[in-house]
């Protein structure tokens, strides 16, 4: 199955509707894994511009949408949508788009939803999770999981919660993550500290290495750096990845209340 350009950052309506419909049939997620959360809240909004090498190629934002209720309790929907600018779509055409709806609590996804439209390449997946059972169910039937796994939305959020502040260089963190039918059981691993210079000025960062899958897009599994925000926000301020034909970026272009903190 072809992978996305964007798969590591990134519904039409009628699936949406078709998600929305079915939360009334969701079964209690494992709500014993308690997160503490002071990364994110609802209403953040992050804007990035995303490059080709030295060209502007293309724009990805994520969201963190007015929670719902679910089986009454509270829920975050993460969205995360990457799209190519029009003066770039002559070359390569992408509309991605990737939602997560996670317990506020454990931080566990309840429902995924992800759509690819890439030239004339169109996917869809759709994912239910049953986290006490150990399994999700999607249009290919039930997969088994591990309790606790993530997605490529929920994962970026998750990732963002952990405490790097007493830890080693080269500390590595487990986290398994659904994709494309499969389960795939990766590490990130903390760099270091380092300040970059950016177009917001100078930023104060950790940096982490998240272990990548390799396919058709990736050349090797540590081909992804990112740098986050060296406080409580874990702010993703620069992505870097070499994929088999030349280069990606992923800049921030945006601080708001943030930028106080850490800059």
Same mark, same amino acid.
């Given at each position: 199955? &072809?992978?996305?350009?964007?798969?590591?950052?990134?519904?039409?309506?009628?699936?949406?509707?078709?998600?929305?419909?079915?939360?009334?049939?969701?079964?209690?997620?494992?709500?014993?894994?308690?997160?503490?959360?002071?990364?994110?809240?609802?209403?953040?909004?992050?804007?990035?511009?995303?490059?080709?090498?030295?060209?502007?190629?293309?724009?990805?934002?994520?969201?963190?949408?007015?929670?719902?209720?679910?089986?009454?309790?509270?829920?975050?929907?993460?969205?995360?949508?990457?799209?190519?600018?029009?003066?770039?779509?002559?070359?390569?055409?992408?509309?991605?788009?990737?939602?997560?709806?996670?317990?506020?609590?454990?931080?566990?996804?309840?429902?995924?939803?992800?759509?690819?439209?890439?030239?004339?390449?169109?996917?869809?997946?759709?994912?239910?999770?049953?986290?006490?059972?150990?399994?999700?169910?999607?249009?290919?039937?039930?997969?088994?999981?591990?309790?606790?796994?993530?997605?490529?939305?929920?994962?970026?959020?998750?990732? &963002?919660?952990?405490?790097?502040?007493?830890?080693?260089?080269?500390?590595?963190?487990?986290?398994?993550?659904?994709?494309?039918?499969?389960?795939?059981?990766?590490?990130?691993?903390?760099?270091?500290?380092?300040?970059?210079?950016?177009?917001?000025?100078?930023?104060?960062?950790?940096?982490?290495?998240?272990?990548?899958?390799?396919?058709?897009?990736?050349?090797?599994?540590?081909?992804?750096?990112?740098?986050?925000?060296?406080?409580?926000?874990?702010?993703?301020?620069?992505?870097?990845?070499?994929? &088999?034909?030349?280069?990606?970026?992923?800049?921030?272009?945006?601080?708001?209340?943030?930028?106080?903190?850490?800059?």
């Amino acid at each position: 199955m &072809r992978k996305s350009i964007f798969a590591p950052f990134a519904i039409p309506l009628i699936v949406l509707c078709m998600i929305l419909f079915s939360f009334s049939y969701i079964q209690p997620v494992a709500f014993g894994n308690k997160v503490e959360n002071l990364a994110y809240q609802e209403g953040e909004i992050l804007k990035y511009r995303i490059h080709y090498g030295v060209v502007n190629a293309g724009v990805v934002n994520m969201q963190v949408s007015q929670p719902m209720e679910i089986n009454k309790r509270k829920a975050y929907n993460l969205k995360i949508e990457g799209e190519t600018l029009k003066s770039f779509d002559w070359a390569f055409k992408v509309r991605d788009k990737f939602e997560s709806w996670v317990d506020a609590e454990s931080l566990t996804p309840l429902r995924y939803s992800k759509t690819v439209r890439e030239d004339d390449y169109f996917h869809q997946d759709i994912a239910i999770y049953n986290h006490d059972e150990q399994w999700l169910k999607n249009k290919k039937g039930q997969l088994a999981i591990t309790k606790y796994t993530q997605d490529l939305a929920s994962a970026i959020y998750y990732l &963002r919660t952990l405490d790097f502040s007493d830890k080693n260089k080269g500390t590595s963190y487990p986290i398994d993550v659904y994709m494309d039918n499969e389960i795939h059981h990766l590490q990130v691993k903390y760099v270091g500290k380092e300040t970059i210079n950016s177009d917001l000025g100078k930023i104060r960062c950790l940096k982490l290495k998240p272990e990548l899958v390799v396919d058709r897009v990736f050349k090797h599994k540590d081909a992804m750096t990112v740098w986050v925000t060296d406080d409580l926000n874990h702010i993703p301020v620069r992505i870097q990845t070499d994929i &088999r034909v030349g280069s990606l970026s992923l800049l921030l272009k945006n601080l708001h209340e943030y930028q106080s903190e850490f800059v």
